[in-house]
């Protein structure tokens, strides 16, 4: 059974950081495509970062690139997301998630699991 545990959100003022974990269990971590998505409130599901299951190949969405940085550790079977320069906008529900393996892709159809989502929050 794989698991996703996010963690790491929480309140912060425009322009600060925050760091974002997913932990992993129940799979060969370094096999599957791993992305990070958030839900504001009243909009659409919206695909944020991601990266090939080897690590080689990372995409972002046009809002974050530049701002945001995916990363992985494999020996931790954990997933980051550096979040810098945060704005209002950013504010949402963020999720991670696994997809077995293929290539990246945007669409959160596409991704098999799925974790309980952490709250962050952008104060203007």
């Known amino acids: 059974q794989v698991q996703l545990v996010e963690s790491g959100g929480g309140l912060v003022q425009a322009g600060g950081s925050l760091r974002l974990s997913c932990a992993s269990s129940?799979?060969?971590?370094?096999?599957?495509?791993m992305g990070w998505f958030r839900q504001a409130p009243g909009k659409e599901r919206e695909f944020v970062a991601a990266?090939?299951?080897?690590?080689?190949?990372?995409y972002y969405a046009d809002s974050v690139k530049g701002r945001f940085t995916i990363s992985r550790d494999n020996a931790k079977n954990t997933v980051y997301l550096q979040m810098n320069s945060l704005k209002p906008e950013d504010t949402a529900v963020y999720y991670c998630?696994?997809?077995?393996?293929?290539?990246?892709?945007?669409?959160?159809?596409?991704?098999?699991?799925w974790g309980q989502g952490t709250q962050v929050t952008v104060s203007s």
């Open positions: 990266f090939s299951w080897s690590g080689a190949t990372t």
């Open positions: 129940g799979h060969t971590f370094n096999s599957y495509v």
């Open positions: 998630a696994a997809r077995t393996p293929g290539t990246i892709s945007t669409f959160d159809a596409r991704y098999n699991y």
